[in-house]
């Protein structure tokens, strides 16, 4: 028998687990209520990813890292999205609160090369969604809207009534259309790009009912 054990895959993936779990502490020390959305949406995320098929550490993972740069104001991630040479294709005051996830994913990599882009990808996907999501980007786009945190609204219920039941696609639509509802209906910015992701997602939708 040997003497030397290498660290298991799933030691290891703890191990990390444990490290990002004390890094988002640390980082979103002065924001209790934005930590604790965090870890409700890792919990979820990983609910919804063992429920469809999609690796629930990746999951976790992606949830709690994805509001990572909500510690800073929006003010300094229009900033910051400017120093990163982000571009949306509007003046970035307005849209705001679309930054954090695009910026987290440039910033974080660095600081945990052991993840996949998957996670990445993901994380820059959770506002401003994607004409192409994967599973793991829709698990962590569904976990956001509908983790027990959040406030009840019809839309979150459907969803939330949903999950086990839909297929993860129509999971997704749904929380995707409730998000764009929510912006219209509180008479919000509506960024074109998430007009631009509806029409693609519609159109496919119905091509695939054709
Ligand atoms: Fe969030």
């Known amino acids: 028998m040997s003497a030397h054990r290498d660290p298991s895959r799933a030691d290891a993936r703890e191990e990390l687990l444990a490290r990002i779990e004390s890094d988002l502490a640390a980082q ?24 469809y098929g999609v690796d629930p550490f990746l999951a976790r993972c992606a949830g709690l890292l994805h509001d990572w740069e909500k510690a800073a104001s929006g003010v300094e991630q229009e900033a910051r999205a400017r120093e990163l040479g982000i571009d949306m294709g509007v003046d970035l005051s307005l849209v705001r609160p679309l930054l954090h996830g695009i910026i987290a994913a440039r910033a ?12 990445w990808h993901a994380i820059e996907t959770h506002t401003v969604a994607a004409a192409d999501m ?4 829709e698990v962590l786009f569904v976990a956001d809207g509908i983790e027990p945190l959040r406030p009840p609204s ?3 219920e459907r969803v939330r009534s949903l ?27 509506l960024y074109p790009g998430t007009v631009d992701v509806y029409n693609a997602l519609a159109a496919r939708r119905a091509a695939d009912r054709a």
């Open 154 to 156: 019809p839309g979150i």
């Open 163 to 189: 999950v086990g039941e839909a297929t993860l696609d129509d999971l997704f639509w749904e929380s995707f259309v409730g998000g764009v509802v929510y912006v219209v209906e509180g008479g919000r910015y």
């Open 28 to 51: 979103l020390s002065s924001k209790p209520r934005r930590l604790a959305h965090s870890r409700s949406v890792a919990d979820t995320a990983e609910r919804l990813a063992m429920a």
């Open 108 to 119: 974080l990599p660095a600081r945990y090369p052991e993840l996949p882009d998957e996670v």
């Open 134 to 137: 994967g599973p793991l980007d």
